[in-house]
């Protein structure tokens, strides 16, 4: 599992190289490698089948219980699958859409970086590595959607899904560490649902954990980023939306339902959140025209009944949940892939100008074609047997079958009258204008949606191939608990659903006109939760801006004055919140001279805020400086003193060769302004004051100077302790100073020799 990890991430790393060498060949290419990983998970079926877990485990942060834990379960090994199976096409589909693209490298180094990223955020065993790489999906599906940078709306797009699942992001961290305060661990494996559902801070781990999930997998109020998203390339839409990103949060319920669900709380918040976002979706699909976006509205729909069902927790919606994503991804994927293909071939995506593709484009329709019989729940699909489950689990809901039942109807006849438009709209009917000459899609393009599709039609066929593994990847169940899946159920009220949404779905085509001219009035846009992010953001970028104009206003006594206060106010709070700590001004032991010394500096500063002449501001701070110098060599710090010494010379030499080239003196600040810098400097200088007495008179921590005294001459063989500290105990930090005085020289000089060149130019 840790080799099928480094291997993803290596040929990100190796794509743009690879790219260079094959060219055209590139996605075929860089196709087996998902495809080799496809094979060798499946190689695990059998195993994990029959109940087996495998799991390794490597050292990464033991400290902060940070564990590269790999783990492949039932749930673990259908994502994997799909993210493989689904990706190999996905990468030969990419390379002919994107044929003779000049960053079709950079492309393929983004996308394995996410597949990879993808297939490490399933196999985390641990949920620190699980965080990782869940927000390293987010930083590469922000590339992959803003590929085309140089479009507007692509860097709209990429930026607003960033900041809605980054945000959601850091919420799920704090619930992560909660959970894992409260049970002791950040295994999932170790995870005890025990003790993490009677903590007292379950509601709130829960919440955040909930944020995170449900901003992920575009859950309401946060379904709007997900149509936005299709400004990426189709592939991209494609493989977010059938196997990878946008089911990220709905794995991570799945995963954690055994550990944070069965209370009300959480079957309430996913029941009600999944029941609004599926019926969401399914009304804003009918009001689409663009086949991306009516596409990606029947996937908010989906994401929504899979939490929905999620959320009832009974074994039945569990199982249902499982096959529903798994009928989802295939007849996505094709759909999505096959949308690509038409707007390659005929310069469009919207559904009221295409028409009569069936004789152009046989191949694609085909795959259409069958795509939309799963899509509608119609037998002898794969999506006819998932619609039965969920049927089937609403109905056993209890108290609340009415509601699961009614919602589960209201959800499906949309997706009937999606699936129907299409499937027909595109292809029937008289050959209309187009802005390209249609014709059918290379075989690169066609064989993902041709395989996907078909593979829909085998498994409602033959669904005891993938019965085994449906059944282990129910969170929490065992097989024995759920039924075998079968394409005829017999004649049960969930056929009689299904035969209701039929009909229903049907009425809703007929009506499509109507309800998008209503849905256009509506202007749904413009209070929803998008008009929400619209002005928050611009509220951000307001405040952003107003506080770049007040700290940032290129005046350097506005930055010192900043930074004073901020530095000087967080010390002063320090000070005054210990209020243990006692401060003592003993002035009975001040010599004569140290008294004469201090008074002629605080002269000195004096003279150098009040004085009128540049040169004799210098001077006064010379003086301050040479007095420090001093107080250093009666207190025995010799070292420092000549140190001191030096720099002052060195500064009053160079503030005295800065003033030729100076404008005249000029009085810029008004009395007040001056009265008020003279007070903070005065108080800022006070904090100072205290913080160092604070320091000399309160022993907090053992000092090291004993360490540095005992090692100097042991360790370091060297008897002036001050001179070993900087070249040995603290030689890197050493080194770095000397570099960054030597990089100041550097740039003095290049400074004092363009002042010359440009001297000798005039």
């Not at 309401?220 to 149509?227: A, I, M, Q, V």
């Not at 295409?354 to 899509?375: I, N, Q």
């Not at 009220?493 to 998008?516: E, K, M, N, T």
């Not at 007040?550 to 005046?555: A, D, M, T």
Request: net charge positive.
């Amino acid at each position: 599992m840790t080799v099928a990890l480094l291997v993803g991430f290596a040929t990100a790393t190796l794509a743009p190289g690879i790219h260079l060498v094959a060219r055209r060949w590139t996605g075929a290419v860089l196709a087996v490698v998902p495809a080799a990983l496809f094979v060798y998970f499946m190689s695990l079926l059998g195993p994990v089948t029959a109940g087996a877990t495998l799991s390794e485990q490597h050292a990464w942060s033991p400290r902060l219980m940070l564990q590269l834990s790999l783990r492949v379960d039932g749930l673990s090994l259908l994502f994997v699958l799909l993210i493989t199976g689904i990706g190999a096409l996905v990468t030969l589909y990419a390379g002919r859409y994107l044929e003779g693209h000049p960053h079709l490298g950079r492309f393929f180094l983004f996308f394995f970086t996410f597949m990879a990223s993808m297939l490490g955020l399933v196999l985390s065993d641990n949920l620190l590595a699980l965080f990782i790489f869940w927000e390293l999906t987010s930083l590469s599906s922000y590339l992959l959607i803003g590929f085309d940078h140089t479009r507007e709306t692509s860097r709209a797009a990429a930026l607003q899904g960033l900041l809605v699942t980054v945000g959601g992001g850091q919420a799920l961290l704090l619930g992560f560490l909660l959970l894992g305060a409260a049970t002791g661990t950040f295994e999932i494996s170790q995870l005890s649902g025990l003790s993490a559902r009677e903590h007292p801070l379950y509601p709130g781990m829960l919440l955040l954990v909930l944020a995170g999930a449900f901003t992920k997998s575009a859950q309401f109020p946060f379904h709007f980023w997900l149509p936005g998203a299709m400004a990426a390339p189709t592939p991209v839409s494609a493989y977010l939306h059938s196997a990878t990103m946008v089911k990220a949060g709905v794995y991570l319920l799945a995963r954690l339902s055994p550990v944070l669900g069965g209370t009300a709380l959480w079957g309430t918040s996913l029941s009600l959140v999944g029941a609004i976002t599926m019926l969401l979706g399914a009304l804003l699909a009918l009001g689409e025209r663009d086949l991306k976006r009516v596409l990606a509205y029947a996937t908010v729909c989906v994401l929504g009944t899979l939490t929905f069902l999620l959320g009832m927790g009974t074994p039945a919606a569990l199982h249902a949940a499982g096959v529903f994503l798994l009928a989802h991804a295939l007849y996505k994927g094709a759909l999505f892939l096959s949308a690509g293909s038409i707007d390659h071939a005929t310069g469009t995506r919207d559904l009221s100008l295409l028409g009569g593709l069936r004789r152009a484009m046989p191949v694609t329709a085909t795959a259409v074609g069958l795509s939309a019989l799963s899509m509608a729940g119609l037998t002898p699909a794969f999506g006819f047997i998932a619609k039965e489950l969920v049927y089937e689990a609403a109905l056993q809901e209890g108290p609340a079958t009415w509601l699961a039942t009614v919602a589960s109807a209201l959800t499906f006849m949309p997706l009937v009258a999606v699936a129907a438009m299409l499937a027909l709209q595109p292809f029937l009917g008289p050959s209309r204008e187009l802005p390209h000459a249609p014709h059918e899609a290379p075989a690169g393009m066609w064989l993902g949606p041709l395989v996907l599709s078909a593979l829909g039609l085998v498994l409602g066929a033959q669904p005891a191939l993938v019965g085994g593994l449906l059944a282990r990847a129910s969170p929490g169940l065992e097989p024995s608990e759920l039924a075998p899946l079968k394409l005829w159920h017999g004649l049960t009220p969930a056929l009689g659903l299904s035969v209701l949404s039929l009909a229903g779905g049907v009425g809703l085509f007929l009506l499509r006109d109507r309800i998008r001219a209503f849905l256009a009035r509506l202007r749904l846009g413009r209070w929803g939760p998008e008009r929400a992010y619209t002005w928050g953001l611009g509220a951000m970028l307001q405040v952003a801006g107003f506080q770049t104009r007040l700290l940032q206003s290129g005046y350097l006594r506005r930055y010192l004055l900043v930074t004073i206060l901020t530095i000087g106010g967080l010390t002063a709070y320090a000070l005054v919140a210990r209020s243990g700590v006692r401060l003592r001004l003993e002035l009975s032991d001040v010599e004569v001279h140290e008294a004469v010394l201090g008074g002629l500096m605080v002269l000195a500063a004096l003279a150098a805020a009040n004085s009128r002449s540049r040169l004799a501001s210098v001077a006064a701070m010379g003086v301050v400086g040479f007095g420090v110098a001093l107080v250093f060599l009666f207190f025995g710090a010799p070292d420092l003193a000549l140190t001191q010494s030096i720099v002052e010379a060195l500064t009053v030499v160079v503030f005295l060769l800065a003033l030729f080239n100076l404008p005249h003196y000029q009085e810029l600040s008004s009395r007040s302004t001056r009265a008020r810098d003279l007070l903070i400097s005065l108080a800022f200088g006070a904090v100072m004051t205290g913080l160092v007495l604070m320091v000399t008179q309160n022993q907090l921590y053992p000092p090291i100077s004993d360490y540095f005294l005992e090692n100097s001459v042991p360790a370091a063989h060297g008897r002036n302790v001050v001179n070993v500290i900087l070249v040995d105990f603290r030689a890197l930090d050493t080194l770095g100073e000397i570099t960054v005085l030597a990089i100041s020289a550097l740039g003095v000089a290049a400074l004092l020799k363009l002042g010359h060149g440009r001297e000798a130019g005039r």
